[in-house]
């Protein structure tokens, strides 16, 4: 099937430099939490963007030297021969799809950690540390200037021999090359520091140098951020933003462009931005280049993507997020099945992955991270290797991933929820402000549902353990859920506390079942994550005098992992709600609530008309326990299984990606359902990484002609 007219012009050819890209659709540099350490994994999963349709492939960043060194988290190198090897492994699996493959090569300058390499940080001039630890970067002199520009083409030439055809100079997210830029960091006073020509002197030569190393066969791109959002002491989209990109216009092969002060701002969650939200920073770029144009804007309507390029926004449709939670959103644009897009919704669980130095993960893309060590394919399932037929109990976000699963891989489903719609906590959830994009989840598996003869969909059945028996099933799969805690035990409160049942005290449980609310409100959170900042707003925004109480330092502290705790706490702010942060609630009678600080232990109270316990979670398994007390270890019983937040309370991501696994693993063999790990190798020692050592490059065959290496092999 060809796709919409409509839709054709995202898949023209777009000629980059030396090399030409099959179609628009960009893949831009994203974390994996994967980097080095996870060669495999990392080409496992560049390889299925390119199946999936995405005509440039980019790595993660990428280091060009030891100075620039990001552990603990996931950080690709290319320092040594050994880099070369195994990103070769990567480009290679882009290739196989016919995918262009870009690396982006990064030196992250002061903004950076150095903790295995334990060189000191550099940077244009001496400065504290950019992420908060002692110590500081010493300013570069002459020697290390020419050794930076030396440690760039080194890299672009390993590059090429890893096989890749477009190599980044990346002046963006306050690197090295962006500090040079940068008024704020650049206090150099000699060619490189002052007029703005002399602090874009570095970037320039790195251009041409890169270009001079590789430039006869692969594209040099530039990744910019054309605004810092520092206002008009940094780089600023109607100032030295643009004034950058004037006097570089045609230096570069392409213009990958963004927003930048820190990654929160470029990646920012659909709490705070809506789709195409760079736009209006990025948007003059095209008009000073005639070299392509590549941005971001969580884009995952074809109908947004066709318009950027007719109305000459950018000539390519960049991606990160969208091609996470769909890595073959090309290639359903391109068959006609745009309906079948798993769109991104904007919450950022792939950025806490990174964060937290694991390999990524997703809310709407259960697969993503698991395509090595697990051998999922995000759009093939195994084929069903019995006759079971199935019973999911509950269609929350667990349930209808697995019906939906179950129902690929051919099984005959019954999928049975007491609520008269569907989506669980997802429906709930989504009703917050800010998170109505989180509907997608339910919303694209119902509409798959609905290509699914053989699953049978029953809300408004609330089941016991007498109805579930009775059906017949071989096996059952309780996706019921979770509710909030009623007795204070979150993460920093242990023992229950003694509260008196009052209609006062709620749980969220309860707001969302619409029970009375009378101000003013106490929001007591120490679960930590989206709820008790989202339910605080919510009821300031009707009108209620509100105070969030934590005992933590700051607000929604797990935000920090989906780069959204500064725009939460900002927004409560905002719109006037009261923080009392480090204090734990120890009781709460007659609409007084008393609070220990969690330093001194120093007591404070506050009245309430609704205090609002955001704490634990425990997972509903009336129906599990009914049915073990009733089944007891009989044989011609069904199997019995918890998916989700019935078998452990936690985010949505967690709850589809039990669903999905337990669908995947359905009658497959115990040893086809572990997965793999990587394990470190025994390096060759062919090149040590000493930091001012140079040796010269070996020539090696290029990877792209290295027929003996298996694309996705795990070897
Ligand atoms: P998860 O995140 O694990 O998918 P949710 O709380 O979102 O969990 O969804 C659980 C769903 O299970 C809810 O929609 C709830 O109404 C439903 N449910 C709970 N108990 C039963 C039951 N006994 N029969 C049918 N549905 C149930
Ligand atoms: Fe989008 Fe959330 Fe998936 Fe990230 S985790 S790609 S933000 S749906």
């Not at 392509?292 to 950027?308: E, H, K, L, N, W």
């Not at 960049?318 to 769109?343: N, T, Y």
């Not at 989206?530 to 607000?555: C, D, N, S, W, Y």
Request: net charge negative; aromatic share 8%.
């Amino acid at each position: 099937m060809r796709c919409n007219p409509r839709y054709e012009i995202l898949f023209e050819p777009v000629r980059i430099g030396p090399v030409t890209a099959p179609n628009r659709f960009y893949q831009t540099p994203h974390a994996t939490g994967m980097g080095h350490q996870k060669p495999q994994s990392g080409a496992a999963l560049r390889g299925i963007k390119a199946e999936g349709g995405w005509g440039v492939v980019s790595t993660e960043y990428c280091s060009i030297h030891p100075s620039s060194d990001d552990s603990p988290f996931g950080f690709l190198t290319l320092w040594d021969e050994d880099d070369v090897r195994d990103l070769a492994r990567t480009a290679d699996a882009i290739h196989a799809h016919g995918s262009l493959a870009a690396v982006e090569l990064w030196h992250g300058g002061a903004h950076t950690n150095n903790r295995l390499t334990r060189e000191q940080l550099l940077a244009p001039s001496a400065q504290p540390a950019k992420f908060v630890q002692p110590g500081g970067a010493r300013a570069m002199d002459r020697q290390d200037i020419n050794d930076f520009r030396r440690w760039q083409r080194q890299a672009a030439i390993r590059a090429r021999r890893a096989g890749f055809d477009i190599v980044y100079c990346y002046a963006g997210h306050d690197y090295l090359p962006f500090q040079f830029l940068s008024r704020r960091t650049n206090r150099r006073t000699d060619e490189y520091g002052g007029t703005l020509e002399n602090r874009v002197r570095l970037l320039r030569e790195m251009i041409e140098d890169t270009k001079e190393a590789v430039g006869d066969s692969c594209a040099v791109a530039v990744r910019l951020a054309v605004d810092e959002l520092h206002g008009p002491h940094g780089i600023t989209h109607e100032g030295e933003g643009r004034d950058v990109v004037e006097m570089l216009a045609e230096v570069p092969d392409l213009w990958d462009v963004n927003i930048a002060g820190s990654l929160g701002n470029d990646s920012k969650s659909s709490r705070f931005s809506s789709e195409g939200f760079q736009e209006d920073y990025v948007g003059f770029v095209k008009r000073l280049t005639t070299k392509p144009v590549v941005s971001v804007g969580r884009f995952t309507s074809p109908d947004t993507m066709a318009d950027q390029i007719r109305r000459g926004v950018q000539d390519f449709i960049g991606a990160a997020r969208p091609s996470i939670a769909d890595p073959f959103l090309p290639k359903k644009v391109f068959e006609g099945r745009e309906d079948e897009i798993r769109e991104c919704i904007g919450c950022n669980i792939c950025r806490a992955a990174n964060n937290e130095s694991v390999p990524l993960r997703c809310t709407q893309n259960p697969t993503v991270g698991e395509e090595w060590r697990r051998g999922w394919h995000p759009e093939q399932v195994d084929a069903k290797r019995s006759e079971a037929r199935v019973l999911v109990v509950g269609a929350g976000p667990a349930g209808l991933e697995c019906a939906l699963t179950l129902g690929r891989r051919g099984y005959g489903v019954m999928l049975a929820e007491a609520a008269n719609t569907l989506g669980g906590r997802v429906s709930r959830e989504a009703t917050l402000p800010g998170l109505g994009a989180w509907a997608r989840v339910r919303d694209h598996r119902l509409h798959m549902l609905t290509k699914q003869a053989r699953v049978e969909i029953y809300p408004g059945s609330r089941l016991g353990a007498e109805d579930v028996l009775s059906l017949g099933v071989d096996h059952v799969v309780l996706a019921t859920g979770s509710s909030w805690r009623r007795d204070g035990v979150g993460a920093s409160i242990e023992m229950p506390v003694d509260f008196p049942a009052s209609p006062s005290i709620l749980t969220p449980d309860d707001i969302f079942a619409g029970a009375a609310v009378i101000g003013p409100v106490l929001v007591y959170d120490d679960e930590h994550y989206f709820m008790g900042g989202a339910l605080a707003e919510k009821l300031r925004l009707a009108g209620h005098k509100v105070t969030i109480v934590t005992p933590l330092p700051v607000v929604s502290s797990w935000t920090q992992m989906t780069d959204e705790q500064f725009f939460v706490q900002k927004q409560l702010m905002e719109v006037g709600i009261d923080l009392l942060l480090s204090h734990s609630l120890t009781s709460a009678t007659d609409g007084i609530a008393e609070f220990a600080c969690a330093y001194t232990g120093r007591v404070t109270w506050r009245e309430f008309g609704t205090l609002v316990l955001v704490t634990g979670r425990i997972a509903d398994q009336a129906l599990f326990d009914a049915l073990c007390a009733t089944t007891g270890s009989g044989e011609s019983f069904p199997s019995i299984t918890r998916i989700g937040d019935c078998l452990a309370p936690s985010s949505i991501a967690d709850a589809v990606h039990s669903g999905h696994k337990f669908a995947r693993c359905l009658d497959q063999p115990t040893e086809a359902t572990m997965p793999l790990r990587e394990r470190p190798f025994y390096s060759t020692g062919a090149k040590p990484w000493n930091a001012l050592q140079h040796v010269a490059d070996p020539v090696v065959p290029s990877a792209k002609s290295a027929a003996s290496r298996s694309a996705l092999g795990n070897s």
